[in-house]
């Protein structure tokens, strides 16, 4: 056996298809565990399932799946991870509106990290984390189709009850969000 590795950096938020092909008669191919990337333990939401499974949905700014890119004449968007992301630009405008609730989780001692971009409306396109139905954090994009990591320490909540909500309640321009990535990791 030979371990092979390399670094996919260069193709990161590009779709990719694995291909292993034994074109020689005389000798065998043989693959063994083959890993992506390891994630420390914790907590994630990268919706690369295809499906908004186990969130709550209200109103029409969320389509059916997550986007896979962005819609109609909006700017390309960039700097999310993997195939799936959050985009309340649904069909292509800021008209659409609505919520995004994960479901209820116990708060681990650790720090959420999330990309987020789209509209800065402080009160109406934001991320949001509710705990015991109480908003303590909240962020927005910045004017940008391009997500930018961010990151939050849980600390001080650790062992709360606590909800993500996603939020658009704007129809005026860069009344939109993005987000892709929420993160939970654990403190070691």
């Known amino acids: 056996?030979?371990?092979?590795?390399?670094?996919?950096?260069?193709?990161?938020?590009?779709?990719?298809?694995?291909?292993?092909?034994?074109?020689?008669?005389?000798?065998?191919?043989?693959?063994?565990?083959?890993?992506?990337?390891?994630r420390t333990p914790g907590y994630y939401w990268n919706f690369e399932d295809g499906t908004y499974d186990g969130w709550v949905k209200e109103g029409t700014a969320?389509?059916?799946?997550?986007?896979?890119?962005?819609?109609?004449?909006?700017?390309?968007?960039?700097?999310?991870?993997?195939?799936?992301?959050?985009?309340?630009?649904?069909e292509g405008s800021d008209a659409a509106q609505g919520t995004l609730i994960s479901?209820?989780?116990?708060?681990?001692?650790?720090?959420?990290?999330?990309?987020?971009?789209?509209?800065d409306h402080w009160n109406e396109t934001y991320l949001e984390l509710q705990i015991e139905d109480k908003p303590i954090l909240r962020s927005t994009g910045s004017r940008s189709e391009a997500l930018q990591q961010r990151e939050w320490d849980l600390t001080p909540w650790a062992g709360k009850l606590a909800r993500i909500h996603v939020?658009?309640?704007?129809?005026?321009?860069w009344g939109h969000i993005l987000v892709d990535d929420i993160c939970m990791v654990l403190k070691p």
């Open 167 to 173: 939020v658009d309640h704007s129809s005026q321009p």
């Open 103 to 119: 479901p209820p989780f116990l708060i681990p001692p650790g720090v959420m990290s999330f990309r987020i971009g789209g509209g």
């Open 62 to 90: 969320f389509g059916e799946t997550p986007a896979i890119g962005a819609y109609g004449n909006q700017t390309p968007v960039t700097g999310y991870e993997g195939n799936y992301f959050i985009n309340t630009y649904y």
């Open 1 to 38: 056996w030979t371990p092979y590795s390399w670094d996919l950096d260069v193709w990161k938020n590009q779709q990719a298809i694995w291909f292993a092909v034994d074109r020689d008669r005389e000798h065998g191919l043989w693959l063994d565990h083959i890993v992506q990337f390891k």
